[in-house]
């Protein structure tokens, strides 16, 4: 079995990391979970980059996938 959780900040991942979680997503959802935006449109390419490389720094194992749907929309 494989274990995925969504996680838009350090502390977060750094969490989920140590419980052995195997991937971590950080999603185009943080523009209305983190950022207070009604959609994912205005989510911009340099805060996802910026909420990965976070997300990164709290992992020693973990997958990070960032995945930015609305561009395509």
Known sequence: ???MLTA???STASMLDQAGVD???VGDSL???VLGYE???PVTM???IRHTQAVARGTK???VIGELTS???
């Open 1 to 3: 079995k494989i274990t």
């Open 8 to 10: 838009y900040d350090f």
């Open 23 to 25: 991937m971590l997503l």
């Open 31 to 33: 523009a209305m979970v």
């Open 39 to 41: 959609s994912t449109i």
């Open 46 to 48: 340099d805060d996802m």
């Open 61 to 63: 194992r973990a997958m």
């Open 71 to 73: 561009y395509f929309k």
